[in-house]
């Protein structure tokens, strides 16, 4: 029989599978069974607002999938309370919203998304013995992390994918876009060998500012690579 950690965690899974797909409709009927535990607080990081990259859906679906889950008996008759934490599009603010999440007591993040400063809000997080479930993992520091649930390859393996594909289809020099951040220096690193193997050549990754709203002069230098 499993534990009821165990048992809380695959819950908390199926919220975050349940959010990627809220728009599925549903036939089922809600309890009207008053849920009694004590709540059980998970938390969701994300850019609602922001200069360059905004993400509210995540934040809808995510509110919506917790709201079917407490019509339908919370987690092991426990409601599930959602903290989420607004990061604006800053780095700054990614650290802070993962501080909040740690003084609230959550159990988990889930269905979030950093950016920015993931480095610094990763460690604050997995310092705290909080993982992170449901997410797309895009940096070094979340592919590293032990206590991070992703449920797909993650973006970096996509993009190998992507270049492997490309150089299969005979674009030998292929050059890779990403967030002007300092983890992306180790885009090259990890891309460039598998970029190798394949028969190509990583020529060059271009780093894109946040606040950019004009990609043309980073799509032009790729064009030039």
Do not use: W
């Not at 859906?57 to 889950?69: E, F, H, S």
């Not at 903290?83 to 993962?98: I, P």
């Not at 394949?198 to 990609?215: F, H, M, Q, R, S």
């Amino acid at each position: 029989m499993l534990n009821r950690p165990f048992r809380v965690v695959a819950a908390l899974v199926a919220v975050a599978l349940v959010a990627a797909a809220c728009s599925s409709s549903s036939t089922s009927t809600p309890t009207t069974a008053k849920l009694t535990g004590s709540p059980i607080k998970i938390g969701q990081i994300l850019p609602i607002t922001g200069a360059a990259l905004q993400e509210p859906q995540l934040g809808t679906a995510m509110t919506a999938a917790v709201k079917y889950y407490n019509e339908h008996g919370g987690i092991l008759g426990h409601p599930i309370q959602l903290v989420q934490c607004d990061t604006q599009d800053s780095s700054t603010t990614e650290t802070t919203c993962a501080q909040t999440l740690v003084s609230d007591g959550v159990v988990a993040e889930v269905g979030g998304s950093l950016n920015f400063n993931v480095p610094a809000a990763q460690g604050i997080l997995s310092s705290a013995g909080i993982p992170r479930i449901g997410f797309m993992r895009a940096t070094p520091t979340e592919y590293a992390a032990a206590t991070d649930y992703d449920f797909t390859p993650g973006i970096l393996l996509g993009a190998a994918g992507s270049v492997v594909a490309l150089i299969r289809n005979g674009c030998k020099n292929v050059s890779v876009a990403a967030p002007d951040v300092p983890e992306s220096a180790q885009v090259k690193v990890l891309l460039g060998p598998i970029a190798q193997a394949a028969g190509g050549t990583l020529v060059n990754v271009i780093l894109i500012p946040g606040a950019v709203a004009d990609y043309t002069p980073f799509v032009l230098e790729a064009a030039a690579d």
